[in-house]
């Protein structure tokens, strides 16, 4: 079977540095996904790791041990608009995404 | 910047109905996707599509479900016979190689009457 733990809400203040952390179970693993998504929207591409390391794309950082089966996602310098579910999203098979459930992160003033 | 369309953007539909959801993926993408999602719940995989065939189907994507590359541009959703338990948000999603990122369109939000 197939298991991915994320909190479910987190909330950090304006300007801070956040982490969302997100392990995995997975029959297979071809790469990691974090996505972004807003309240009834689609979720959007944040970045991908294959490799064990860090991976920096501007405020956003993510990690990924395989060996751990785990990963974060570094979000730096929160904006207000950062508020929103980050899912964290496995490929274990083909070509499949299979999604947690997301970690709802609310930004406060 | 290019991107994944779908309409409608809104459907509601009786019980045992047929619906046909539409999806333009990003042009030069060669894999296509659905997914949905019930309110409140995670994002979950329906069918891949790849060639004009099926590459990958989830145990949600049963004989009411099916997928069609009619024409050069348009990936569409079929509902055979709607149940309640259809009702959620279907995404349609595209990537350009295998195993890329996958990039998802707007969404269809489904309502089962």
């Known amino acids: 079977g197939q298991n991915i733990d994320q909190p479910t809400e987190m909330t950090a203040t304006e300007g801070a540095i956040v982490q969302i952390n997100c392990t995995y179970q997975?029959?297979?693993?071809?790469?990691l996904f974090w996505y972004q998504q807003h309240a009834g929207e689609a979720p959007t591409f944040l970045s991908y790791n294959v490799l064990d390391g860090l991976e920096e794309k501007g405020r956003f950082s993510s990690f990924l041990s395989r060996s751990k089966g785990y990963s974060y996602l570094l979000l730096k310098e929160l904006q207000m608009k950062d508020s929103a579910s980050y899912l964290c999203?496995?490929?274990?098979?083909?070509?499949?995404?299979?999604f947690g459930t997301g970690t709802r992160l609310t930004v406060i003033p | 910047e290019p991107e994944v369309t779908q309409t409608p953007s809104h459907q509601v539909t009786q019980m045992g109905q047929e619906v046909i959801l539409r999806c333009v993926p990003i042009?030069?993408?060669?894999?296509f996707y659905w997914y949905r999602q019930i309110l409140g719940q995670k994002v979950e995989f329906l069918v891949s599509?790849?060639?004009?065939?099926?590459?990958?189907k989830s145990e949600i994507f049963d004989d009411q479900f099916s997928v069609e590359r009619p024409d050069g541009s348009n990936f569409t959703l079929k509902i055979r016979s709607t149940k309640l338990e259809d009702s959620a948000m279907y995404f349609c999603?595209?990537?350009?190689?295998?195993?890329?990122?996958?990039?998802f369109g707007p969404g269809t939000r489904l309502l089962v009457l």
């Open positions: 997975t029959s297979g693993f071809n790469g």
């Open positions: 999203a496995v490929t274990p098979g083909a070509n499949n995404l299979f």
């Open positions: 042009s030069n993408h060669l894999y």
């Open positions: 999603a595209s990537s350009l190689r295998w195993r890329e990122t996958q990039y």
């Open positions: 599509f790849y060639n004009n065939e099926i590459s990958e």
